[in-house]
């Protein structure tokens, strides 16, 4: 089992980097020639993965990473200078961290953690031997909400003010599902193709497009749904059940009472349900899911438009041109070209 103590401040350093993985097969790749931005590819005990980390400001941190073989090990974080927020989006993965005043958190796959951190305290997490991780953070100053992210104060209810209150509130924490349109956004951080200054200012993109997800998240946690809308827990199950259908099965077109029908609501509990839960209709929300597919096929994979806009339910590649363009704003065509550069190109960096 690996252990070792970081500091975020320190991360973007590749000295910091060989001190956390002093027994790993480790290379290092400065990304934009200022330091402020990095990767990390490591194998570790036969466990290899890939990090970045990007420094968005002083006081602003994203990182991100993944790994194809169970890796585990303790970490012990520094906080140092003042009280700091650290948001976590685990897409795949498990483990636990302790936050500094005995509360143990455990992290799980498909959740959201937004923690806070006292200032001169040690973090110390946890992570169990899993066959994937896949994960995502955001680690910053509480008043950054307002400065770098734009969110009010108001954005959030009384409870969760701890979050923005520049002056100290003890350690605290809170744990949500981890939202598609999160997932969706963590994805396209790996599979980005840019390079240079352009990715740094895609990956502040990725980061408010992270924090606007997961203040919408936090605001939803807070309604009554018995009073939004009437909702059972069978109703509930039903609606997720929808969307992880849609989520997966791209080839067949379904209309929305047939998907009603298919998981067992009616079509207005369905449209009205889906919408509270997820932030978009269903029709949108399906759309969004397979053009983002065709987008990573088309990146990955070296497909034909053609055989992808069948993979992803359009029975004319004309109308996923069409479509495709109106939500990413280029033709599929430049997506395959960015695939085939990064086959060519071989100091890219690993998605």
């Not at 420094?55 to 073989?69: N, Y």
């Not at 349109?181 to 352009?198: E, G, K, Q, V």
Request: aromatic share 10%.
């Amino acid at each position: 089992m690996q252990e070792h103590t970081f500091d975020y401040l320190k991360y973007i350093q590749p000295s910091h980097a060989a001190e956390m993985f002093p027994d790993s097969n480790l290379s290092i790749q400065e990304l934009y020639g200022d330091h402020a931005g990095i990767t990390y590819n490591f194998d570790i005990g036969g466990g290899r993965g890939y990090q970045e980390v990007v420094q968005l400001r002083d006081d602003i941190v994203l990182l991100f990473g993944q790994a194809d073989l169970g890796i585990s090990g303790v970490s012990h974080q520094k906080i140092s200078k003042s009280d700091w927020i650290h948001v976590q989006f685990c897409i795949e993965g498990e483990g636990y961290e302790e936050i500094g005043n005995g509360e143990l958190v455990t992290t799980s796959s498909k959740s959201c953690i937004v923690t806070r951190y006292d200032q001169d305290s040690v973090i110390t997490r946890e992570a169990k031997p899993t066959n994937h991780w896949r994960t995502a953070c955001l680690f910053f100053r509480p008043e950054c909400f307002s400065k770098y992210f734009g969110i009010a104060p108001s954005a959030l209810s009384n409870s969760l003010h701890w979050m923005v209150d520049v002056d100290p509130t003890g350690a605290q924490s809170i744990i949500i599902d981890l939202h598609p349109m999160a997932t969706l956004a963590i994805n396209d951080m790996f599979s980005c193709p840019l390079r240079d200054s352009a990715r740094r200012t895609y990956m502040k993109a990725k980061a408010l497009e992270l924090v606007s997800v997961l203040v919408h998240c936090l605001k939803r946690s807070d309604l009554d749904d018995s009073h939004a809308l009437k909702m059972s827990a069978q109703d509930k199950a039903c609606i997720e059940e929808a969307q992880k259908i849609i989520s997966t099965e791209f080839e067949e077109p379904i209309t929305l009472a047939q998907l009603a029908r298919k998981v067992g609501v009616n079509r207005s509990k369905l449209a009205y349900g889906f919408k509270a839960i997820y932030g978009t209709s269903v029709q949108a929300y399906w759309r969004d899911v397979r053009l983002n597919e065709a987008r990573h096929l088309l990146q990955t994979k070296g497909l034909s438009i053609t055989e992808v806009s069948g993979m992803v339910g359009y029975a004319d590649s004309s109308c996923f041109t069409r479509a495709f363009v109106k939500k990413f704003g280029i033709l599929p065509k430049y997506c395959r070209q960015n695939a085939v550069d990064s086959h060519i190109d071989s100091h890219q960096v690993p998605v």
